[in-house]
């Protein structure tokens, strides 16, 4: 199995800053693309941000200029630096990931268990 584990989390007020950071882990022999995806309550889980395994990125039309998604190859973590925070951007944060566990083997979505990011106003 393939496991992912977010981090860095919390509350803070609007304008402030925070960084996600995710750890893949287990049976792994390739990851692909990984990326950031956000579920506020109410509504339907959207992509955030996505990073290609050579660096491409794409974003939600939302956080173009306050997020930005990168990640460490080497360490099989993606990170999610959030700048200028708004009140809208309140939801658990998911990390997913593209991945491999054998040469041969299907590519297959994984998914961490979240982590709450709150933006007070």
């Known amino acids: 199995q393939v496991q992912l584990v977010e981090s860095g989390g919390g509350l803070v007020q609007a304008g402030g800053s925070l960084r996600l950071s995710c750890a893949a882990s287990g049976s792994i022999f390739r990851i692909n693309d990984m990326g950031w995806y956000r579920q506020a309550p109410g509504k339907q889980r959207e992509l955030v941000a996505t990073v290609t395994r050579g660096g491409s990125t794409n974003y939600v039309d939302s956080v173009k200029g306050r997020f930005t998604i990168s990640r460490d190859n080497a360490k099989n973590m993606v990170y999610l630096q959030m700048n200028s925070l708004k009140p809208e951007d309140t939801a658990v944060y998911y990390c997913?990931?593209?991945?491999?566990?054998?040469?041969?083997?299907?590519?297959?979505?994984?998914w961490g268990q979240g982590t709450q990011v709150t933006v007070s106003s």
């Open positions: 997913n990931c593209n991945a491999t566990r054998s040469m041969l083997g299907p590519a297959l979505g994984y």
